[in-house]
């Protein structure tokens, strides 16, 4: 039985072969190169896929697992129909190893002022700026899920002062955890940099807006390294223009590939990279989706699960 591929428009070939590699006996089929999907859709066992087209996989009847080839769920939460198998995410530690270095990276950026040096440089300026202590410089991790907590704790464990809001209470050591709308602006007062560890879901959609942005204090930063439509674009482009947010580091966007007339690109305040902070590479994460099929077809658990939003709990597993 074979494995439907899909991580649309990303790198199918380096999937295909990892896969292979590590399951030699299996088909794989890569979506939409198929010269006949109906004749292959009850072979497929196992959808490997990235923001799939919506309602395709209701229609391979024998499907057992959706494994989801990242960490966002938004694209499947869309999804009104889908088969009562489970759908698991893709967590790789080595890629929340890499979100929590890029925003260590921004952080110290900004917290040692390395953008001031590279412009004193530029006119052959020698001058020393007194900074704080990582003690005394304040960072606050938003959404304490995987991809937060692992940012969060290696930020503390660098020496910076860590504090953390989630919708629910968190508990995680050396950072201050704040938790529920009670608590929300207290998160986001004491701040020097936010760091937007959010999903996208109802619930986010424009979360970060006009009104927390004014709650942070003049001249603070935002790394957002989860999924762009959290941000409200047109509010933080107000708060970077009248000074109040002094810069902002986008590394999601509400449209990607982010559009060329998108003002983002161009804004002195602010960073832009192209959703790489936390790239999931096969060379590391096809083993785990080799190793979730495994304990399958072992009549174990795969992990860790989702639950679509879109899907009641009688349909979904
Ligand atoms: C990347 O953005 C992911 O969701 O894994």
New binding site residues.
């Given amino acids: 039985m074979s494995i439907l591929l899909n991580n649309n428009g990303y790198d199918n070939r380096s999937w295909l072969e990892a896969l292979s590699r590590l399951m030699p006996e299996r088909r794989i089929h890569i979506f939409p190169e198929i010269d006949d999907i109906e004749a292959i859709r009850k072979e497929i066992e196992f959808a490997v896929v990235w923001d799939h087209p919506r309602g395709d996989l209701i229609r391979y009847p024998n499907l057992r697992a959706i494994l989801l ?5 938004e694209a499947i939460d869309q999804e009104t129909q889908l088969p009562d198998v489970p759908v698991v995410r ?2 790789d530690p080595e ?1 929340l190893n890499d979100m929590a270095l890029y925003a260590l990276y921004w952080v110290m950026n900004f917290h040692r002022q390395y953008d001031r040096y590279r412009e004193q440089q530029r006119d052959a300026h020698w001058q020393r700026h007194e900074i704080c202590a990582p003690q005394d410089y304040r960072v606050t991790v938003l959404g304490l899920g995987m991809v937060g907590r692992t940012v969060a704790s290696t930020l503390a464990r660098n020496g910076y002062q860590l504090s953390g809001w989630d919708r629910f209470p968190q508990e995680i050591e050396d950072v201050h955890c704040f938790s529920g709308d009670t608590q929300l602006a207290s998160a986001f007062a004491d701040t020097d940099v936010l760091v937007n560890c959010l999903p996208l879901n109802a619930a986010t959609q424009h979360f970060i807006d006009r009104h927390l942005l004014a709650l942070m204090p003049q001249g603070s930063y935002l790394i957002n390294v ?2 762009g439509a959290v941000i409200n674009d047109q509010h933080l482009i107000e708060q970077l223009d009248n000074g109040h947010i002094a810069h902002a580091v986008l590394d ?1 966007f509400a449209s990607e590939p982010l559009p060329q007339a998108n003002p983002f690109w161009h804004h002195s305040k602010v960073t832009v990279t192209p ?1 790489m902070s ?3 590479y096969a060379r590391s994460a096809a083993r785990l989706v080799a190793d979730n099929i495994q304990r399958i077809e072992n009549g174990a658990q795969p992990f860790p699960l989702h639950q679509p939003a879109g899907i009641s709990s009688a349909q979904a597993c």
């Fill in positions: 080839l990242g960490a966002g769920t893709l967590v890629v989860s999924r999601a959703h936390g790239a999931t």
